[in-house]
């Protein structure tokens, strides 16, 4: 092919045929990327914890191609083994991974329980590290020099910043959001030779379960704060991970991208502690 068909953007940022595991798949941005995916022709397989957000969420995802749902706990071992087994059987190899199921905890310091900082570290740090080990040999088989496989973890802005809604501190999500970053560059390091690549988004706000409570009371205060004065769209985040599988992304390792109109750079308006 010469050069000048490679630029064009349908073979560029095509993930056509491409495999995608999305966990946390059944709401908010999973059920987004896992759309994105499935609307330029990935085959993909979403999970979650609830049977009943699953079957929604594949109702919805089927009308768009070829999909398949699981409700595992990422956080258990026999979740984990259960979801790999069907990755194996199903695809038999897998082209992009995105570690996307995450929790969260709000309390005032002196509130702050163990379990509830053990919970945030558990499923956003431990259970992505330990799928990304169990899913390597899945990713292996799809990877090549030129097309590798690709890993993409879902931080936060709240891991480069810290969160500026000090109403509610969320001590374990910013940590574990900076530990994710961190364990990004880590395994992109080490599996690169094997033709893997590990990279981060870091959004800003996007509305889904996890931020109603914050969109219901301080909406307006987040989009003042955002030096582009507003939350993030869907298709902002589905922009995003089509870059990042596609040909375009295949250079791209170890990084964290912000997708948050500038707010991790940015001071903010106001003080948040009064
Ligand atoms: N929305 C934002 O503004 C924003 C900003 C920055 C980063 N993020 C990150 O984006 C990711 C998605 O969050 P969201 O905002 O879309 O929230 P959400 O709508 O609450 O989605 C979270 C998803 O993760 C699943 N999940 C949670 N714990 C799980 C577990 N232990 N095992 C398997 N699945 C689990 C949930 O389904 P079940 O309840 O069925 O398990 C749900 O599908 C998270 O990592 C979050 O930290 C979001």
Redesign the pocket.
């Known amino acids: 092919m010469p050069d000048s068909e490679n630029y064009a953007v349908e073979q560029l940022f095509s993930v056509a045929g491409k495999t995608a595991l999305v966990?946390?798949?059944?709401?908010?941005?999973?059920?987004i990327m896992a759309k994105g995916l499935l609307l330029n022709g990935a085959s993909v397989i979403i999970?979650?914890?609830?049977q009943e957000?699953?079957d929604l969420a594949l109702k919805e995802l089927e009308q768009y191609g070829d999909c398949a749902a699981i409700?595992?706990?990422?956080?258990d071992e026999s979740?984990r083994e259960k979801l790999v087994n069907l990755v194996d059987q199903k695809f038999g190899k897998l082209s992009i991974l995105i570690n996307?199921?995450?929790?969260?905890w709000g309390a005032a310091l002196e509130d702050y329980p163990d379990s509830g900082f053990a919970k945030v570290m558990d499923?956003?740090v431990n259970?992505v590290f330990s799928l990304t080990r169990d899913l390597v040999p899945c990713l292996e088989k799809a990877a090549s020099a030129d097309d590798p496989s690709r890993v993409i973890n879902?931080?936060?802005?709240?891991g480069i910043h810290v969160p500026i809604v000090q109403r509610v501190p969320t001590f374990a999500?910013s940590a574990s959001?900076a530990a994710l970053h961190h364990l990004t560059r880590s395994l992109a390091v080490d599996i690169a030779h094997k033709h893997i690549t590990v990279n981060a988004i870091?959004?800003?706000?996007?509305?889904?379960?996890?931020?109603d409570y914050i969109f219901e009371h301080y909406k307006q205060d987040i989009e003042d704060d955002c030096p582009l004065h507003r939350?993030?769209k869907p298709e902002e985040i589905v922009g995003i991970v089509i870059y990042l599988a596609s040909r375009a992304g295949a250079y791209t390792n170890g990084t964290v991208i912000p997708v948050d109109g500038g707010t991790s750079i940015s001071k903010g308006k106001r003080d948040w502690t009064q």
Not at 23 to 31: R, V
Not at 154 to 158: P, V
Not at 202 to 211: D, N, W, Y
Request: hydrophobic letters at 35%; charged letters at 15%.
């Open positions: 966990t946390g798949g059944s709401s908010g941005l999973g059920l999970a979650s914890r609830s957000k699953c409700a595992i706990d990422v956080t979740g996307n199921a995450g929790a969260n499923t956003n259970a879902i931080g936060s802005m709240d999500y959001k870091a959004p800003g706000f996007f509305e889904s379960r996890m931020t939350v993030g």
